[in-house]
Structures are given as C-alpha cells and as structure tokens.
C-alpha cells in the first residue's frame, strides 16, 4: 500500500468529480473496491499535513494489524480550538464528549474523529452499508451532523473500532495554521483552566453536581461533567426551561425551583458541588449573598461564573429571568469569603469572573 502510494496511481483513478464532501468520500471508497488496492488514504487539503503521513499512519498496517481505522490528529480551527476527536458519546441525546487532554504520542480509540487524515482499511467498505459517509441534516432544529461523524457511526455499527495516532497532527488552514498551540494558549487562558484544576476539584474530583439554571442550547459543562462521572441534578426557575430538560437522561433530577428561595425542595441532603454557571448577572446585588449561601448550605464546595463587568441582555425566548440585573466586579465576590479569577478585559461579551469556595 506503501509502495503504490508513493509511487502513484494511474490518474483516472484520481479523477474524482467535484461535489460534497460526503459524495467524494464515497467514491473515493468505491474506486478502493474496484482497484487491488488494500487501504483508502484521506488527506483533507485544508490541512498541512506531515510529509512523511503515509508512513506516519501506514506503519499500523505492519505493527498493528487490528487497526483497521486510524487517523490523524486535528484541531478546530475556530475557538476554542479542540481536538476533532471524542473519547465517547451520549447516543441518545447526540451529545459528543471531546478529547479535551489528549495523550501524547498514543494510539488510542475513540468514538468519533475528523476524517482529515485517515487510512481505511478495504474490509471497511466492504463490510459496512453503502453509503458510507452522508449528511444528517434536521430541518426542524435546523443542526447538521458532518459525513465524518455518520462515517464513524456507520463503521462502528459494522463492528469497526476507530482510532487517533497522537503522535502528530495536520495543522487546519483558517487564516493562519491551527494546531496543538493555539489549543493549549487558549485554553490557559479560559475558565476551562480553573474549571477543570485540582483547585477546584469540579472535574479533577467529580462526585454530585447541583447545576443551577440551564436552558435548551444553554448548559455548559455538562459534556464535561458526564464524561468524568458526575452525578447531576439540575435545578431551574423557568417552568418551560425545566420541562424541556424532563426527558434529558444525563440528569438524575430536574427541580423546578429558584436559588434565592431553595427551601429544602432538593432530593440530595447535601452536594459535593453546587455549580451556578452565568447565573449571578441574573440576580441584584441585594439578592447575591442569600442565593450564594443558599448553595454554601446545599454543597461541600461552590463554584459559578458570570460576565466580567457590563454585559447587557433582556429577555430571552420569552423568559423574564435571562435579563441580566447586576453586572458583577470581582471584589463582590471576594467580599464573601471567595477565591476569584478573571478572564479577558471587562465590559467584553467574552470575558468572565469565575469563583469558588470550598467548606460548605
């Protein structure tokens, strides 16, 4: 495979019509079945790929026969810059869990990848159903799902595991090359840093989890905390916003109820963690110290995030609560016994206050 790669095919065979990305990856496996060829390899060009690629992934044709699928590592190459890779998936709901640390220089399997450079193996084609790579587009919630991650479900289906090579990466073209550095810059200077350290404990310790106030599109960090183990309750003011969570499997309990009057309503006598995400801007400064004790009261250790300085927002979708009342500072949150940081400048609609307090 090695050798035919190197040396090139005959050109009708890399005569391939211009068309979606999903259309050219099937026939790009279909010329694959109709050759004597015994692997497919897919460089994306948007992407700057090793020059020795094809023996960077071709060498687990010899030393790992088992692997019959394994890309490359890519990252996004909009914030916050992730790895296209996933160590698993909530199949039910379609949420993906994201290779936040990946390991260095392993091969190890994943559920979902970016198919930028990939070596397929031919039984591949051979055993799962045509076709293999297709859109999965939602006319009523208006989401696509890329050719990629159907790819990838359709392999598996067939019995196929997946797999990333770690040991190197095809930096992706935006206006300059996105790659591991800009990954690892931006997420040091993200909540993510405080988020995920020992500090905290949120996801390096992970134990019962209240998460206070979520709306359909709007409940960060659950990928996160689901993929560490976390037990999750949630609990929201906004009856339509509960309702819509009622089915969401990733939470044990969904309490209608509102943080500045819990009254004993939860169905935990105590958290490890109450975690109040964008939620404080949505209180007045009278309102603050009583919702925050509320949570001390309910959990071990709190931890909440809002926008740093002024962030202005009215309703949202109907909901009197997402106005924001308080644009915070940090010394408001110092001033009641927290450990603060910031990030970004204030007045900016990317920049937050994270804050936590252990002892509760």
């Known amino acids: 495979m090695i050798a035919i790669a190197q040396r090139g095919l005959h050109k009708q065979w890399l005569r391939v019509p211009q068309h979606r990305t999903d259309v050219v990856r099937n026939f790009g496996g279909r010329l694959l079945l ?55 998936a909530d199949e039910e709901s379609g949420v993906m869990l994201n290779m936040v640390t990946p390991p260095e220089n392993a091969v190890v399997q994943v559920e979902y990848v970016a198919t930028c450079s990939m070596l397929i193996a031919r039984e591949v084609f051979e055993r799962t159903p045509w076709p293999w790579f297709s859109y999965d587009y939602n006319k009523e919630t208006q989401t696509s799902r890329s050719e990629d991650i159907i790819f990838c479900e359709n392999v598996r289906r067939a019995g196929f595991d997946i797999w990333v090579d770690t040991t190197f990466s095809s930096p992706h073209l935006t206006e300059r090359w996105i790659d591991q550095n800009d990954y690892k810059a931006y997420m040091a200077t993200s909540p993510y840093s405080v988020i995920s350290s020992e500090e905290v404990g949120l996801l390096s310790n992970p134990g019962s989890v209240l998460y206070v106030g979520a709306r359909p599109g709007g409940i960060a960090w659950i990928p996160e905390l689901v993929a560490v183990g976390a037990e999750i309750d949630l609990l929201e ?26 009254n004993g309503e939860l169905p935990r006598e105590h958290y490890d ?82 804050a936590w307090k252990h002892g509760g």
């Open 34 to 88: 109709e050759s004597d060829c015994t692997h497919l390899l897919m460089l994306d060009m948007d992407h700057r790929h090793p020059a020795d690629i094809v023996r960077l992934l071709g060498r687990h044709v010899q030393h790992r026969p088992h692997i019959k699928i394994v890309a490359g590592l890519a990252y996004r190459r909009a914030e916050p810059y992730e790895p296209m890779a996933f160590w698993r």
């Open 237 to 262: 003011v906004y009856p339509p916003n509960a309702e819509s969570f009622a089915d969401d499997h990733r939470l044990a309990h969904v309490i209608l109820g509102d943080v500045r009057n819990v």
């Open 273 to 354: 963690y109450a975690l109040w995400w964008h939620g404080p801007e949505h209180v007045t400064q009278a309102e603050l110290a009583g919702a925050l004790s509320n949570l001390e009261q309910a959990a071990e250790t709190v931890v909440i995030g809002c926008p740093y300085g002024v962030y202005e927002q009215g309703e949202f979708g109907g909901n009197p609560n997402e106005i924001h009342q308080t644009h915070w500072q940090p010394e408001a949150f110092e001033a009641l016994g927290y450990a603060v940081r910031t990030f970004g400048e204030p007045d900016q609609e990317t920049s937050h206050i994270v």
